[in-house]
Nanobody, 117 residues
């Protein structure tokens, strides 16, 4: 089993920044990949960014150059630095972990990110 505890999020102005954190505990093998999906009202959940413990990263095209994912393997914690936020980034962000880049995922509780002036 894996437990994921998210923190961060909140309200930001357009052009602003926020940082999300995701602390994982439990099976180390099932936290090989840590990342975030997001879901806006009326839309499907979409991958934002992911990172393996080996350092391989993936980003959605819509966030490339603005968001940066990192992780501290010693703490089994991932971070999502979100810069140049725009209203289209408004969504509930869900941290996840998995043993592979595809396959079964464990989910955090979700945190709201709202970008508005």
């Amino acid at each position: 089993q894996v437990q994921l505890v998210e923190s961060g999020g909140g309200l930001a102005q357009p052009g602003g920044s926020l940082t999300l954190s995701c602390a994982a505990s439990g099976s180390i093998s099932r936290t090989y990949v840590l990342g975030w999906y997001r879901q806006a009202p009326g839309k499907e959940r979409e991958l934002v960014a992911s990172m393996s413990s080996a350092g391989t990263t993936n980003y959605a095209d819509s966030v490339k150059g603005r968001f940066t994912i990192s992780r501290d393997n010693a703490k089994n914690t991932a971070y999502l630095q979100m810069n140049s936020l725009n209203p289209e980034d408004t969504a509930v962000y869900f941290c996840y972990s998995s043993q592979y880049f595809v396959g079964y995922k464990y989910w955090g509780q979700g945190t709201q990110v709202t970008v508005s002036s």
